[in-house]
């Protein structure tokens, strides 16, 4: 399916129902309508779209499929063309006739006509409960599909007594989006309510369910307003429910909430027998298309691309998506240079162009390919024990062809284990220059001689936006740094529709004044280093400006980010440290009443040896008693928290048996 963002590229993208009930109708189906099957010139006459979705009932059984097919192969420029079907429809054992070529499975007969995608409605798991129920196998289908080279996209029909099947299966698709709908009731039973709290679990474990409202509007889901926290972290769960331009629509007056709620133009739900306390719901406020500006759809990385893969996976990608200039003197990484052995290379008499595909990086390439990492990668690394940066969660984000090209290359460059790259860097981070105003006990900065980058780094700058994922400014403090602030005043975001600036700062110099200059920058994420939880422990590790006026900022740039042109992430770090660890619950308490986000680190020695607690067995003891305080916390009030936590902990007690304790 095409991956370029459809609000930005209008007709890209089209559906159309072209049968509607399916001859044998499936057992959990309330969505399907009868109507007589799309005359084919209707469906010819939809060229306009480069992508088009052929729906309804059992899409594999429209009348006109064959020749609407032929058609579109004699196109110069033919569309990409999906199929919608329940699993049954694609099941592999069904054959069709070849004329001299014989039989052929169904799925490879479209493979071989030009579909482009099918788009599978499961409604079981296993082979018991699909013999039982009389379905197809919706997981068989997907792999023999994608071993075809098709695309491949999930709609799961889930009805109670499926709850927690079909879930388990849309985790074990990640990082594949699945849709949803949401039947309430089984087999030859009355509908019953359904729970709210249920879901609001099942999305926070599994952030890669949407809601489909593609055959019915008006159920098969529950509405933004009884699931607030997963709207606030999660919006996009409902954005397939919504129509793109619904500002002359009637409001939905179906809650007593709909009259206050900024979605209710938009919202369609009309299932108020769904909820066992409708009047109990308070409506959204704010922004109601928060995914606009949270930055981007995304979709998996294509089949064709997949199958390229070796059987051993990369499990961190940064060497062939990232370079890290953090070091002022123009050394240059792939990530956190603590984290990592030796360096890229040197931007001083190099290019970015020549250091990227540099002997450095080419060398970090092929180390990564294998199997042994310790001559590129430290223990301490926690992306080795999460795994975040693997090639398996690659995603392809939604943009400017431009930007989707690049992607696309480069994941292929990684695929194919390419060491010299055909692709540019997804991330570029630079740090301006080693001053800070802070004097954080575990951080050299504060107390180092100044150096700065050279201007030729802010010079190719732009060259590298267009292609870019995300610009990351660290430091030091970058914001104290006049040329930080002037690309932040003068980003142009029509020209740089796709990148995004993320920093890294202590946000002590974040006041409402200087955001003010800053609402034209188009933000991703700001991370704050916060690094302990209360006033006595903050201005102890810290060392540079109180907390109360710290938290003060924080405020400020949530309100800042309410009113901006994009949604942005803030996020709080902390460095696992027994000099702040005994804060570590009111640091996240802090971050979770505002609804942030927490990143946990586990402390580096190399630079402040004087801190090393490492070979200290008790102080090891102390500091993963705290952790595993953190992880039971994040359990009851933050689930989506528990791979910081449990990173973190395994970083820390990974360091320590290198030390051999």
């Known amino acids: 399916m095409s991956i370029v963002d459809p609000v930005r590229e209008a007709g890209s993208v089209g559906r159309i129902d072209v049968v509607g009930a399916c001859e044998r109708v499936c057992p959990s189906c309330v969505a399907c309508r009868p109507q007589p099957p799309r005359p084919l010139e209707e469906v010819l006459a939809r060229s306009q779209t480069q992508t088009l979705i052929l729906g309804g009932g059992d899409a594999t059984s429209w009348p006109s499929l064959d020749a609407f097919l032929s058609a579109n192969a004699k196109r110069e420029d033919p569309q990409s063309i999906w199929l919608e079907a329940p699993a049954r429809a694609f099941a592999q054992g069904k054959l069709v006739k070849q004329g001299n070529q014989g039989e052929r499975t169904e799925l490879a007969d479209l493979a071989r006509r030009g579909v482009a995608g099918i788009r599978v409605q499961i409604e079981a798991v296993g082979e018991k409960m699909c013999s039982a129920l009389g379905v197809g196998d919706g997981e068989a289908v997907l792999r023999e599909a994608e071993r075809l080279g098709l695309e491949t996209r999930v709609l799961l029909c889930v009805r109670p007594k499926t709850f927690s099947a079909l879930f388990g299966l849309a985790k074990r698709l990640a990082p594949k989006t699945v849709e949803v709908e949401l039947v309430r009731q089984n087999w030859g039973e009355d509908a019953i309510p359904m729970h709210p709290e249920l879901l609001d679990r099942a999305l926070r474990e599994i952030n890669n369910v949407k809601f489909s409202a593609t055959r019915i509007r008006d159920r098969g889901y529950l509405p933004a307003c009884t699931l607030p926290q997963i709207w606030d972290s999660m919006p996009s769960v409902w954005r397939g429910t919504f129509g793109r331009d619904e500002a002359d629509a009637a409001p939905n007056t179906t809650l007593a909430a709909c009259k ?351 801190l090393d607690f490492y070979t200290d067995e008790a102080r090891v003891a102390h500091v993963v008693e705290r952790l595993d305080e953190l992880v039971a916390y994040c359990r009851r009030l933050r689930e989506d928290w528990l791979p910081e936590a449990q990173s973190a902990r395994e970083a820390v007690l990974a360091e320590a048996s290198s030390r051999g304790r």
């Open 260 to 610: 206050a709620c900024v979605l209710n133009r938009r919202c369609h739900w009309s299932d108020a027998e769904a909820l066992v306390d409708p009047d109990g719901v308070r409506p959204i406020k704010g922004d109601p298309e928060p995914w606009l500006r949270r930055g981007a759809i995304e979709e998996p990385v294509p089949a064709h691309i997949v199958s390229k893969r070796p059987a051993t996976e990369v499990i961190c990608t940064t060497p062939w998506t990232t370079m890290e200039i953090v070091d002022p003197d123009g050394r240059v990484h792939q990530c956190c240079s603590d984290w990592t052995e030796g360096d890229r290379g040197n931007i001083n008499g190099s290019t970015l162009a020549e250091v990227w595909n540099g002997p450095g990086y080419r060398s970090a390439r092929r180390i990564m390919s294998g199997d042994e990492l310790s001559p590129l990668c430290r223990a301490i690394c926690s992306r080795l024990y999460d795994r975040k940066f693997a090639e398996s969660e690659l995603r392809v984000q939604a943009g400017s062809k431009r930007f989707v090209d690049n992607q696309l290359l480069l994941y292929e460059d990684i695929a194919e284990r390419r060491d010299v790259m055909r692709a540019r860097p997804l991330t570029l981070s630079i740090c301006p220059s080693t001053y800070c105003n802070y004097d954080c006990i575990m951080c050299l900065h504060g107390r180092s001689p100044r150096r700065e980058l050279p201007d030729s780094v802010w010079d190719e700058i732009p060259e590298y936006l267009p292609t870019l994922k995300s610009l990351t400014l660290l430091g030091g403090e970058p914001f104290a740094h006049p040329k930080t602030m002037e690309l932040l005043r003068n980003f142009d975001v029509e020209k740089y529709p796709d990148a995004v600036v993320d920093v890294i700062t202590n946000a002590s110099l974040l006041t409402e004044k200087t955001l003010s200059y800053l609402s034209r920058c188009t933000f991703g994420n700001l991370t704050i280093s916060m690094n302990a939880g209360d006033a006595d422990t903050y201005e102890r590790v810290q060392r540079g400006l109180s907390f109360e006026t710290v938290v003060s900022n924080i405020d400020a740039l949530i309100r800042f980010r309410a009113g901006h042109h994009r949604w942005f992430g803030i996020t709080l770090s902390f460095v696992a440290q027994p000099a702040a660890i005994d804060s570590v619950i009111a640091f996240a308490e802090l971050a979770r009443v505002r609804n942030i986000p927490i990143r946990l680190m586990a402390l580096n020695t190399e630079q402040v040896p004087e």
